[in-house]
């Protein structure tokens, strides 16, 4: 083992959750910079060893285990069966504590699971635990959201305004206003883009 295998498993790793090094040190509670290209490096130029507090940290919060992370530093990522997606129930994700500075899921709370591949590495899920959608969306399914896709009329999606988190399709989207009709249909809603901290396209859906 060498230290640019190590390395290497974090960079793949980080790759796989869907963020990137720096977010992974953020997600286990590291300073965001103790994986950074700078610090990788002594003086002379010879690379460090990650300590093995942070490198334990990280499986913790990943939920693998070090002979998962092994794989990560020898195995071609393009051979791995799908990525582990961060996923929380509705009433959970709707706390603003559960998200980055970016917006994007963090911390040890987030469950992940393993999925075969999406087309956005950004994705994470949904579990809805609340009775408003029936019967498009029933308490139990699984909603696969892609922070990382454009967002077209009649899409659905889900987003997040002031304290709830809700699910809709898009009817108009302009800078200002943004209209969302439920998913069981009838007349959309206009909501200030202002009060919508963020919204995903709903890239799939497991019932």
């Known amino acids: 083992m060498k230290q640019e295998d190590v390395w290497r498993g974090i960079d793949r790793l980080a790759h796989e959750i869907g963020v990137t090094p720096s977010r992974l040190a953020r997600m286990a509670g590291l300073d965001q910079a103790v994986f950074s290209t700078g610090r990788r490096t002594n003086p002379d130029g010879r690379l460090r060893w990650p ?8 499986l913790k919060v990943a939920e693998i285990s070090i002979g998962d992370f092994v ?10 069966a799908g990525f582990r997606l961060p996923c929380m129930s509705m009433r959970n994700a709707a706390d603003s504590e559960q998200y980055d500075t970016d917006g994007f899921p963090s911390g040890p709370k987030w469950e992940r699971v393993l999925f075969p591949d999406l087309p956005d590495p950004r994705c994470f899920g949904l579990v ?3 009775d408003h959608y029936t ?7 699984l909603i696969v959201c892609a922070p990382g896709m454009s967002i077209h009329r009649d899409d659905r999606v889900a987003f997040r305004q002031g304290d709830a988190l809700k699910l809709g399709i898009l009817s108009r989207q302009s800078p200002f206003t943004i209209d ?3 998913p069981q249909g009838g007349a959309p809603e206009t909501i200030p883009a202002q009060d919508i901290s963020w919204i995903a396209r709903i890239a799939w859906v497991r019932q």
């Open 128 to 130: 809805v635990d609340v």
């Open 135 to 141: 019967p498009v969306y029933r308490q139990g399914d």
């Open 51 to 58: 300590s093995m507090d942070s490198l334990a940290k990280v």
């Open 180 to 182: 969302i009709s439920l």
């Open 71 to 80: 794989d990560f530093m020898y195995a071609d990522p393009s051979s791995r």
